[in-house]
């Protein structure tokens, strides 16, 4: 006996290629739907100003020169605020108007005080630091004649803030 048409379900299901294709895009879609809820939800984040730290802002003002008392050397000096959430460092001082520039602190040793080199000053977030003739300045070797108002261009170096540049002005010594 033959029948036309047969009512077997195994008959009548879907070609093997169609099943390979669907299962495939299922497998597929859960990593996918994964990816972009995690992208979505990062996007979100880094939208909102949460992620990373604020960068330093960095400011440079009261900027003075002192009028070199000798031909050997003077020092100059600045006040640097950063009013952003994350620190900074100043790596260098220079000038385009000058030779050799270098960060100092001045050390007291056995009653004697005197200049040392520094390599850096960090700039902690959120604060301000004054450079003076006691503490941390900027020592300038054979500096040009300077008379009081003066001014000379100073760039400052900072680690992630990059170049600020500056006028000094001339003044008398302070002792």
Known sequence: MS???????????????????????????????????ALALLTAYTTTGAAGEPPARIGVGNARIFVPPNSESTAAFFDISNAGAAGDVLTSVSSPDLGVTMLGRRVTKDGAGRMEPLDALTIPARSRVNMTPYGVDVMVMDPPELKAGDTVRFDLWFRDSGRVSVDAVAVPVEW
């Open 3 to 37: 029948s036309a048409s047969s009512t077997d379900p195994a008959e009548r299901s879907s070609p093997p290629w169609r099943r390979v294709t669907a299962g495939a895009l299922s497998a597929a879609l859960v990593p996918v739907v994964t990816c972009a809820t």
